[in-house]
C-alpha cells in the first residue's frame, strides 16, 4: 500500500517554472514505477511523465518533451516535475501516481494508487 501527496501547484504565468512534489508513504518505494498525469475539467486524464522503479529510464508526453522532467529521490520516497516554460494550456490539476511494474505506463488504467491532485494554473 502506497499513500501519495503531492504539493507544489500554484498559479504562474505564461512562460515561468514549477516544481511538484510527491511525497510517499508505505513500503517498498523503490518497487514502483511512477508518473505525472493531469486533468482539465471534462477532459480524459493525461499522461504526463513517468520513471521507472530502476529509475534509469523516463518518459514523456510530447507536450512535455523538452520543458518538463521527471525525477525521483527513493530515499526521500518522492518524486518530482519540474516545469519549466509553462503555457496556458499546461493548466490542470495535476496527479502523482504509482504501479507495480514497468508496462503501460502512458495509460492511467494500470496505476494502482494516486493522490488528491495539485492544481497548476497558467495565466497568458
Known amino acids: 500500500q502506497v499513500q501519495l501527496v503531492e504539493s507544489g501547484g500554484g498559479l504562474v504565468q505564461a512562460g515561468d517554472s514549477l516544481r511538484l512534489s510527491c511525497a510517499a508513504s508505505?513500503?517498498?518505494?523503490?518497487?514502483?514505477?511512477l508518473a505525472w498525469f493531469r486533468q482539465d475539467p471534462g477532459k480524459e486524464r493525461e499522461f504526463v511523465a513517468a520513471i521507472l522503479w530502476t529509475w534509469t529510464q523516463t518518459f514523456y508526453a510530447d507536450s512535455a518533451k523538452g520543458r518538463f522532467t521527471i525525477s525521483r529521490e527513493n530515499n526521500k520516497k518522492s518524486v518530482f516535475l519540474q516545469m519549466n516554460a509553462l503555457k496556458p494550456e499546461d493548466t490542470a490539476v495535476y496527479y502523482c501516481?504509482?504501479?507495480?511494474?514497468?508496462?503501460?505506463?502512458?495509460?492511467?488504467?494500470?496505476?494502482?494508487?494516486w493522490g488528491q491532485g495539485t492544481q497548476v494554473t497558467v495565466s497568458s
Open positions: 501516481a504509482a504501479k507495480i511494474g514497468d508496462d503501460q505506463l502512458t495509460s492511467s488504467a494500470g496505476y494502482n494508487y
Open positions: 508505505g513500503r517498498d518505494f523503490s518497487a514502483y514505477s
